[in-house]
């Protein structure tokens, strides 16, 4: 439970941090230009990105690339990791033990 909620929390924060960057963006430009996922993984890890398409093309279906993975990719970086960081979070977190009359 703690290492869900720990694994969470640091995807909230990697989030947040993504968030921050692309605000900082639009004070400094005036523009709305948010990281796209794809753009941010092709950034960390061209190679990566490069394996993921070819591993899914071949091994799984091509349709499963182009348009899913593809959509997936487009979206914003920061969306992600605070979906993903809050769901984690929240199913891991402590819940009230329950207390029987007797």
Known sequence: MIVGRLLGGLLLLIGLMVLVRDLLVLADSGYWAPLGLGQWWYDIDRPGLNLAQAAIEQKLHPALWDPIATTVLSCWAFVPPLVLGLLLFL???DRPRR????
């Open 99 to 102: 207390r029987f009359r007797t």
């Open 91 to 93: 199913a891991c977190r």
